[in-house]
């Protein structure tokens, strides 16, 4: 008592007050209990009501300041989100557009809000009514007077508007009645920064509108014009930031100042008396860095209030160097009074007030671009993300918009995504950043501004709404567009809404487009839309003579106006409306109509323009679509034959329809085959890889040559005349064949002529007839004619100049093209014979009948081709005697399908066995058949044939017969590819006449048409540099090739060395060699094959020298001068990705090839090695193996070039074996294998899982047996210096290992000689069966189920025999101290050893000679207390595991003591959903249950084998007497077990002898299921309960309950989905539906199944929305599994759902949950909510404590406790929580703090008087 009276004094000398109600007024400080307090007096006389209650709305305003310093802001800090905004809230903006009634406000964190001129300020908005109520008043200013793009300002939230589509509009307001709500005109101050707006203009100033009754605040002009520097003066409704410069009268007068010095300088102090509600966004602090995250910074400032500044607020030069406890000026962003929000920035355009903010980045407006290739740099979890455009500029994308709107978040995965493409959504001018989104759906849409749309565009979109005026369509989310009413359809409809509905997809023409005031005007005439015809988007496009579709907007007596697109109009006068007179227009015409009109006259400057209805009917009388079918020249088609016609086919192109011709000329590049194709293709065939030539009004020009579509492909075409130059080459085709010359036509309608003297470089007498009309020709262009726009062309070979295998090419289409012929005809016609034809090949050989004979050859039959002519020509039998009936072996050499004609030959060097031929080789040719185009050749002795072409040219003619190829006739030829796919396997040759014909006889005066002599002295100009060679422009003009090694002599490794030579400097180079023009392969001049294309140079002073003797060095001789090991510089030449090898050159001559792991040291360049070696560049390499037959280099740069043991080297997994270990390619060609002991130095489980196929690995090479190396991965072997201490060392002989050791091994196999565990790579231990576990195993099966390969197992040496080398082992836990390898959920017996076996041995001696029912009684009680305690410990533990201590073991013979089995603790995975006394645990598996079968028939067998053993001794008279006592003993215990109702039964008669005295014990029946469980038995538990279910009354509910609980917890864990909805339904039906489904809730979590939980919790917070537990439960499950955020949103519905009088409650226990389960300081924040409206709710001040104490800082405490006895409440409540004041003081606090709550309990005690001491 007396401590109590010392703790809390009942009052003392002070005096009692005069009232019994004392006004304080306190000083503004955070301490409520310091000693100095100004005491207001008593009501003084004459003292109004008014002023009393001034002065207690001020007491009251300070004590809600001091309760709201304690505001914090969240540990994770995050930009404001939309969902944070609420109406009143105070953010700074910054103008982003303004229009005559509304401005477009960028707000933080790239939120926009909206601000509506009826928002600007009192004063304003009587200005504009009195401005429509009157005619003659006063100038008004409209919004863009007053603001101005990239001006910063205070605004408020006005409202917060929901559109149909869910977003939110912001509405704003710059009414300073709202920005300045929160302040009075007592709580003025001079030196405070305010807003407001210019409400009237004085003579000498403005009264200003500061948001306070009483208060006028007047701003002298003077200052005005001092700040702005310009004579104009401030407009009424102006924004204005200004100071509070003087107050007058408290605060009812006050002057301002707009002076930018004094506003940079103004910084908000706490003398100015700022609190958290109001606080004013703008404002500039003084603030100190409390705390820096990944997100952003937490701010002090004010010296109570703390605030967050995002990671967009930071200033970016100096994000690395904030650190806590910087002093920082700061610029206030935003303020949310209820959340106790305060958003801060620290970006210098915001902190220096007066600047001007940028509206538009430096790099231009850039909104709606889709830029990809990003870099995702920083990922924000509550925000967002920051991403690096390729332009280095970053850009932000927001938490909603990384993914779909309703696709599942996955940041980790886009964090891990190496690039993103990404729109540009908007610039946010206060973030000064771009926001993006990685949204697909957005991305892909063609539109997303009004930017993106042009005038006559096609556009799908939906319908919105219908209007009286006309329908808004929706393109996208953003854009939306009109079709005026007389738009909606081609006639004008009386009932729109019959035609369309909202959602409906329609497609419109854009009329016109208006970006700045995001108008868009569309049309849905069919008409329009469909038209086909040009547009005239502009004047410009209306050239005259032009036919396009319009409107009629106007008619007129004088004719019609008819508009376009954009606005673009012109007249049809009345003369122009019809070729018949019309005297009245609106008679024949309506506004709306759809016509067609010719333009007459244009004037695009004055924009007027005159058309014709009449002139575009006359000229173009059947209106075809097809001159404007959009396709462009060069297109590739697809067309449906119509019709054939004797020049070509009608075609109509697809999908639209379109009809032209395509003649038969056009059909192939070979004359021959043209009309084949037109033979075999049928009306109804499609023909693609059309492309078109040419497009005119009147038709298409269509052609299928290959050749002139490479052309147009590869863009070696003359769109106009204008492109033709002298010297272009082009290719065309023969139009017409005169007398004097042939036309040449090209692409794009193009004409040129060749005369007669160009066509050949033969002489022509007769130009009709060199070549065939349609004949494909390579043309050079050599005269132009500018006037008349004409040109000549040359045909001559010699002049022309054709793509390297340009002929082969062709040979290989036109094969194709008879291929296609054949299949077509074959597939047509059901005829076999077709089909057995199209199936034959050139070179195959056939079985043959002679037929007939006759002069001209020899005709045969085919049992297989019945109805085939077949036939061999005289040639082709030369020198074989046949007769009619004789069989022949006979080789095709042509089929023909059409007329079924099939030529062979039995010539006996056709019909030899072919012999293989090699790519570049030689071969002497004979013509064997002519077919048109096609010739088949044999070549020389092999057997071989093939098909070439007759023409080796596109211009090659053929004057005279004697030219042209003949059978018998012979060729050269060379080998191109010995087997080409496209020609069947035959080999792809080039030929030429072995005579060949003189040629190039014009270019033999030219010295580069000679080449160059090997070692001849050079100048040139440097034309190119490569990083592998220097193109060197010769004198002569041919172009020389410096390799990169025969640039310098003195090379710098790492260096370019081309990188030494200038473009344009001169060189003098000598020749060394040459290049092939096709293959680019260097060839000394000596080689025979050399042609004179490409010199090879060398720049080398030592090479210039001509004194020294030069001579050429081959490939060979080079390669051979390389010895292995030797160091060669070489030059990067190409990265092969596909091999992971590199190419380098040493040489001109000389390639090498580099492996990937003689590239690379370290594993982590692998992934691009290509970018170690830059091309070019020199790097020194050893040689690893060199071979001249055939030529082949191989290199090291890695320094070493063979493998050596005790080095290092790099190798790549290529096979991961259990038994083996690791095998690794390692370089040089060599492979290796890593054992299991040598991955790490310390043993992890699962060794091999780290491991895959194709891993690089650094690897230790131990040595080398049989070719194979054994290597090591431990960091000891490979980094010895830098390596951890080894915890499993190697072991690297049998000496090492002593008896007794402690070592760590991985089992090899498990057999029934033991368990084999490798110690290393060559030595092997055993441990015995006896020796593995402390359990009595029969079979080794048991063990190797519970031991797998590679298990990683603690041994124990028992002992070596050196000389076998063989190491016994232990995995006993005595010996390891680990525990056995066995779990005791097995329920093995334990294998008795010692003592306790002599033991056991001698006990079932004595048990022999009992009685039959005293041995029952004997067994069921045994002799020992260790059996005792074992089987007690079965019976009670159910299959959960129990430890057994040692200590039971060293017990003496006593009666056994009753002591609970200690259960295994269940695993949080899956706690126990169910416990019963039985010990059951409802969440075991099946697999850990033992059948009790097992467990009896373990005992009998036992009992058996100790019994036999025993039989041959006798007991003494003293041991049966014993023996005697003990089984009466055992009889009396028995008695009391069965009497005894707390005893568990032990078997099914039990449980049924108890259910019949107490049939509704829901405890015995969940016994009994338990029982049934434990022997796996799942049916009978089911079959138990449903017993259960009928037999307890209905009036036990809890007990029903109870077992439908246990009923849903046996089918979730053994049953089915199914099985458990089924039980679900039915315990609904007979129980109270809350509690079950409750119960199928928890059931759910514990197991682990969250979707399910959460889908039930679902249906319950709808079934159950006024239960409070309900909501309580959800929330629990919800943050317990960490969604915060959800369970925010859950208690929002709760509040909803709940009656009124329960939020308090609910929000208190959500905000407990969140202290439990979740974020401990949003609970916190969730407390001061509701106990700043609810301060007398006690019990939560209570709880509020506990959760403090329990989980905040002293300090947090102290201030909780200081608020709480300052509450307006009971003063005996308010005693008791002084009394835990004092507790928490002097269990945590010091001796001071303890006096300090002593101190304030006095202080209490003489405030209250003599109601605190009573």
Not at 65 to 79: G, Q, Y
Not at 575 to 601: D, H, R, T
Request: hydrophobic share 35%.
């Amino acid at each position: 008592m007396t401590s109590m009276e010392e703790d809390f004094p009942r009052g003392g000398t002070a005096k009692k007050p005069a009232e019994s109600k004392v006004v304080v007024q306190r000083t503004e400080v955070d301490n409520l209990f310091q000693a100095k307090e100004q005491t207001e007096p008593k009501k003084r006389k004459g003292a109004t009501k008014d002023d009393i209650k001034k002065f207690k709305k001020q007491k009251t305003g300070k004590e809600k300041e001091d309760s709201l310093t304690l505001n914090a802001v969240a540990k994770c800090v995050e930009i404001l989100h939309m969902k944070s905004l609420k109406e009143g809230m105070l953010m700074l903006g910054c103008v982003k557009e303004v229009t005559d009634f509304e401005v477009t406000v960028g707000l933080p964190c790239g939120m926009q809000g909206f601000l509506s001129i009826k928002n600007i300020s009192d004063s304003y908005t009587k200005l504009l009514s009195e401005q429509l109520d009157a005619d003659d008043t006063e100038e008004i200013y409209s919004l863009p007077h007053l603001f101005y793009p990239g001006m910063v300002f205070r605004c408020v939230v006005a409202k917060l508007d929901t559109a149909k589509g869910g977003s939110v509009s912001i509405q704003l307001s710059v009414n300073p009645k709202l920005v300045n709500k929160a302040l009075t005109s007592g709580s003025l101050k001079a030196g405070m920064v305010l807003s407001g707006c210019v409400e009237s203009v004085e003579d000498h100033g403005y009264i200003v509108d500061i948001g306070m009754s009483g208060t006028k605040a007047f701003l002298p002009k003077k200052a005005v014009k001092d700040k702005h520097k310009n004579p104009e003066e401030l407009k009424v409704g102006q924004y204005v930031t200004s100071q509070l410069e003087e107050v007058k009268n408290d605060g009812r007068v006050v002057r301002l100042s707009v002076s930018p010095p004094a506003l940079a300088q103004a910084c908000a102090e706490t003398q100015h008396g700022w609190n958290l509600t109001n606080l004013l966004p703008g404002l500039l602090v003084k603030a100190s860095i409390k705390k820096v995250t990944k997100h952003g910074l937490i701010l002090d400032f004010l010296s109570s209030f703390s605030g967050q500044v995002d990671f967009l607020h930071m200033e970016p030069e100096q994000v690395s160097s904030y650190t806590e406890g910087d002093e920082v000026r700061a610029c206030l962003l935003y303020v949310e009074p209820s959340a106790r929000l305060v958003g801060l920035s620290l970006r210098s355009n915001l902190v220096q007030p007066g600047t001007r903010l940028d509206t538009t980045p430096t790099g231009g407006d850039r909104i709606g671009e889709v830029v990809s290739s990003c870099k995702m740099t920083t990922m924000h979890h509550m925000s967002g993300a920051v991403l690096e455009l390729p332009d280095k500029t970053l850009v932000f994308v927001h938490r909603r918009h990384l993914k779909e709107s309703h696709a599942p978040p996955n940041e980790n995965r886009l964090l891990a995504m190496p690039e993103h493409t990404c729109r540009i959504l908007d610039f946010s001018p206060m973030d000064q950043i771009h926001f993006v989104t990685l949204r697909e759906s957005i991305i892909e849409k063609p539109f997303y501004r009004y930017h993106d749309l042009q005038a006559g565009q096609v556009v799908e979109g939906k319908v919105s709404v219908l209007l009286d005026h006309g329908m808004v369509v929706h393109l996208s989310d953003h854009i939306k567009g009109l079709v005026p009413r007389t738009h909606l359809s081609d006639i004008l409809l009386k009932n729109p809404e019959k035609k369309y509905a909202e959602g409906m997809k329609v497609k419109c023409r854009v009329l016109s487009v208006d970006v700045e005031r995001k108008r868009l005007s569309l049309t849905r005439k069919k008409a329009l839309v469909e038209s086909t015809l040009p547009l005239f988007l502009s004047y410009t496009d209306a050239r005259v003579g032009r036919v396009s579709h319009g409107f009629i907007v106007c008619i007129k007596g004088f004719g019609c106006i008819v508009r376009f697109y954009n606005s673009v109009k012109g007249l049809v006068p009345v003369n122009e409306l019809s070729s018949e007179p019309i005297i009245s227009p609106e008679e024949i015409f309506y506004v709306g109509q759809v016509v067609k009109a010719k333009v007459l006259q244009c004037d695009p400057e004055k924009e007027k323009m005159v058309l014709s209805f009449k002139a575009a009917m006359e000229g173009d009388p059947e209106t075809p679509a097809k001159p404007e079918f959009d396709c462009e020249v060069g297109k590739t088609l697809e067309a449906k034959v119509l019709s054939k016609s004797i020049n070509g086919l009608e075609v109509a192109i697809l999908p639209d329809e379109v009809r032209t011709v395509l003649p038969t000329m056009h059909l192939s590049d070979h004359m021959s085959n043209c009309p084949l194709l037109w033979e075999t293709l049928q009306e109804g065939d499609t023909i693609s890889n059309l492309v078109c030539l040419n497009k005119n009004k009147q038709n298409i020009t269509l052609t299928k040559k290959p050749t002139v579509k490479w052309s147009l492909e590869e863009g070696v075409v003359a769109k106009d005349f204008s492109d033709i130059t002298v010297g272009m080459q082009l290719i065309g085709w023969i139009k017409n064949i005169m007398s004097y010359g042939v036309f040449v036509e090209f692409p794009y309608g193009l004409v040129g002529l060749a005369p007669k003297s160009a066509m050949s470089d033969k002489f022509i007498s007769d130009a009709t007839t060199a070549f065939q009309l349609g004949q494909t020709v390579t043309a050079k262009v050599t005269n132009l004619d500018e006037e008349k726009r004409r040109f000549l062309v040359t045909l001559k070979v010699s002049e022309v100049m054709t793509p390297e295998g340009e002929a082969q090419t062709r040979l290989i289409r036109g094969l194709q093209e008879k291929r296609a012929v054949t299949e077509m005809l074959a597939t047509r016609d059901d005829s076999d014979l077709r089909q057995q034809l199209a199936a034959l090949s050139v070179g195959q050989k056939l079985k043959l009948t002679v037929d007939n004979l006759k002069d001209s050859g020899a005709a045969f039959k085919s049992d297989v081709l019945a109805g085939a002519t077949i036939l061999a020509s005289k040639h082709h039998v030369m020198g074989a005697t046949l007769t009619p009936g004789q069989k022949v072996g006979a080789v095709i050499l042509h089929v023909d399908i059409l007329s079924s004609h099939v030529h062979v030959s039995i010539l006996s060097k056709l019909m030899a066995k072919k012999k293989s031929l090699t790519e570049g080789s030689k071969h002497t040719a004979m013509v064997q058949h002519i077919d048109r185009d096609f010739a088949v050749v044999s070549l020389d002795n092999t057997a071989q044939l093939t098909v070439i072409q007759t023409t080796s040219h596109l211009n090659a003619t053929f004057l005279f017969e004697s030219e042209k190829l003949k059978p018998g006739m012979h060729l050269t030829v060379n080998v191109i590819e010995p087997s080409c796919p496209e020609l069947q396997g035959l080999p792809l040759v080039s030929w030429e006449r072995t005579a060949p014909r003189r040629q190039h006889t014009l270019s033999e005066s030219q010295p580069s048409a000679k080449g160059h002599c090997f070692g001849e002295i050079l100048k040139g100009k440097v034309r190119a540099v490569k990083p592998a060679c220097v193109l060197v422009t010769l004198e002569d003009g041919s172009t020389g090739s410096v390799h990169v090694s025969e640039v310098t002599e003195k090379v710098f490794l790492g260096t370019l060395p081309t990188s030494l030579v200038k473009v344009g400097s001169v060189v003098t180079a000598r020749v060394i060699g040459g290049r092939e023009a096709a293959s680019h392969r260097f060839l000394p001049f000596s080689h025979p094959k050399f042609t004179y294309t490409i010199p090879e140079l060398t720049l080398l002073p030592s090479k210039l020298d001509t004194s020294v003797e030069f001579k050429p060095v081959t490939a060979k001789e080079k390669l051979s001068s390389y010895q292995v090991g030797e160091e060669v510089t070489c030059f990067v030449s190409k990265y092969h990705p596909e091999r992971k090898s590199l190419e380098v050159t040493t040489d001109p001559c000389i390639t090498g090839t580099v492996e990937l792991l003689a590239m690379i040291t370290d594993p982590k360049d692998a992934s691009h090695p290509e970018k170690l070696y830059r091309m070019g560049k020199a790097v020194s390499a050893r040689v690893v193996e060199v071979n001249s037959k055939p030529q082949r280099l191989v290199l090291s740069l890695t320094g070493v070039h063979t493998l050596e043991k005790g080095s290092v080297t790099l190798g790549m997994v290529t096979n991961v074996q259990p038994h083996v270990g690791l095998l690794v390619k390692l370089p040089f060609g060599a492979t290796g294998t890593v054992a299991i002991m040598d991955l790490a130095d310390a043993y992890r489980p699962n060794p091999l899982e780290a491991y895959s196929k194709d891993q690089l690995v650094r690897c230790f090479l131990l040595g080398n047996e049989n070719g194979k190396w054994q290597l090591s991965l431990r960091p000891s072997r490979l980094n010895p210096a830098q390596a951890k201490p080894v915890k499993d060392p190697e072991v690297l002989s049998i000496e090492e290992l002593k008896a007794g050791q402690i070592i760590r091994g991985y089992v090899k196999s498990v057999g029934e000689q033991g368990v084999f565990i490798r110690l290393s790579r060559g030595i092997t231990g055993r441990a015995q069966l006896q020796q593995s576990t402390k359990y009595f195993v029969t079979k080794h099966n048991v063990l190797s189920q519970h031991l797998p390969l590679n298990t990683l197992l603690t041994v124990k040496i028992l002992s070596i025999d050196k000389e076998e080398e063989l190491v016994d082992l232990s995995l006993l836990p005595a010996d390891t101290g680990k525990p056995d390898v066995l779990p005791e959920s097995l329920g093995l017996p334990l294998r008795l050893i010692g003592e306790e076996k002599k033991k056991h041995d001698t006990k079932k001696k004595r048990e022999r000679t009992l009685s039959g029912i005293q041995q029952e009684q004997a067994d069921q009680v045994p002799p020992k207390k260790k059996k005792t305690k074992k089987a007690k410990t079965e019976d009670s533990d159910s299959g959960v595991e129990v430890y057994f201590r040692e200590e039971e073991d060293k017990e003496d013979d006593e009666e056994p003591k009753p002591e609970p089995a200690k259960q295994v603790k269940p695993s949080p995975a899956g706690p126990s959903r169910l416990q019963v006394s039985a010990g059951f645990s409802w969440d075991m598996g099946l697999n850990s249950l033992k059948p009790a079968s097992a467990a009896q028939e373990a005992d009998s067998s036992d009992g058996e084998d100790q019994e036999e053993n025993g039989k041959s001794q006798k007991k003494s008279r003293h041991e049966l007497e014993l023996e005697k006592k003990a089984a009466e003993k055992a009889l009396v215990q028995r008695e009391a077990e069965l009497m005894d109702p707390n005893l568990r039964p032990q078997d099914t008669a039990a449980f049924e002898r108890l259910l019949l005295a107490s049939p509704s014990s829901s405890l015995l029946w969940l016994q009994y299921m338990a029982h049934h469980l434990q022997a796996t038995q799942i049916e009978q538990a089911r079959t138990v309960a449903e017993r259960a279910l009928k037999t307890i009354s209905f009036r036990e509910e809890q007990e029903k309950l109870n077992v439908w609980v246990a009923l849903l917890n046996l089918e979730n864990m053994y049953g089915t989905e199914e099985s458990l909805k089924k039980v679900f339904e039915r315990a609904l039906q007979f129980c109270e539906p809350m509690p079950v489904y409750q119960q199928l809730a928890d059931i759910y979590a514990k197991s682990n199944k969250t979707k399910e939980a959460e889908n039930l919790y679902k249906t319950m917070v709808k079934r159950f929305r006024q239960n409070k537990a309900v909501w309580l439960s959800y929330g629990t499950f919800l943050l317990q599994q960490g969604q915060s955020d959800a369970a925010s949103a859950l208690l929002q519905r709760a509040l909803k759902s709940l009656p009124s009088k329960e939020s308090v409650d609910v929000i208190g226990k959500f905000a407990q949950l969140e202290f439990r389960y979740g974020d401990a300081e949003k609970g916190r924040s969730m407390f001061d909510k509701v106990l700043t409206s609810y301060p007398k709710r006690t019990d939560l001040w209570s709880v509020f404590i506990d959760l403090m104490v329990k989980h905040g800082s002293q300090k947090e405490i102290r201030s909780l406790f200081d608020r709480v006895i300052h509450l307006s409440v009971a003063v005996k409540k308010i005693k008791f929580f002084f009394k835990r004041y004092l507790e928490y003081e002097k269990k945590h606090g010091t001796p001071e703090s303890i006096q300090a709550v002593k101190d304030k309990a006095l202080e209490f005690v003489e405030a209250k008087g003599t109601e605190a001491a009573c």
